[in-house]
């Protein structure tokens, strides 16, 4: 398979999982004793929006980048033109998925840190 087929399908592949986490996937566990269950929704949703903020195309893309260039570098120092493609491929798709867990983790750190500073007990 060709390097740039390589690298379109895991950028699609990772851009589909950003998306998917951005779009209210990952929920903190808070406890809730003595919470207004209504303004609980407001805040989680505002704070889903600031977490969504985190520029996955960041962390994919140079991820993405950087493992094509050292896997390339790899294959060209161990093999021919053809491993060389072949192993910024695996590099690419690697570091693209790499970037994607960057990126999600980020974002629930962001969720996390607005929860607690809107005052709620966040357990994870």
Do not use: F, W
């Amino acid at each position: 398979m060709p390097l740039r087929t390589l690298l379109v399908l895991a950028l699609a592949a990772t851009t589909l999982t950003a998306c998917a986490s951005r779009s209210g996937g990952s929920y903190p566990i808070v406890d809730r004793k003595n919470v207004d269950p209504a303004q609980y929704q407001r805040d989680l949703a505002d704070c889903q929006g600031y977490a969504g903020e985190v520029d996955a195309r960041r962390h994919i893309g140079g991820g993405a980048v950087a493992g094509a260039v050292i896997g390339g570098a790899m294959g060209a120092i161990v093999g021919n033109s053809d491993t060389a493609e072949r192993m910024a491929g695996v590099g690419g798709v690697t570091g693209a998925a790499r970037g994607t867990a960057r990126t999600m983790r980020e974002r629930q750190q962001v969720l996390r840190n607005c929860m607690t500073g809107r005052g709620y007990r966040v357990l994870n």
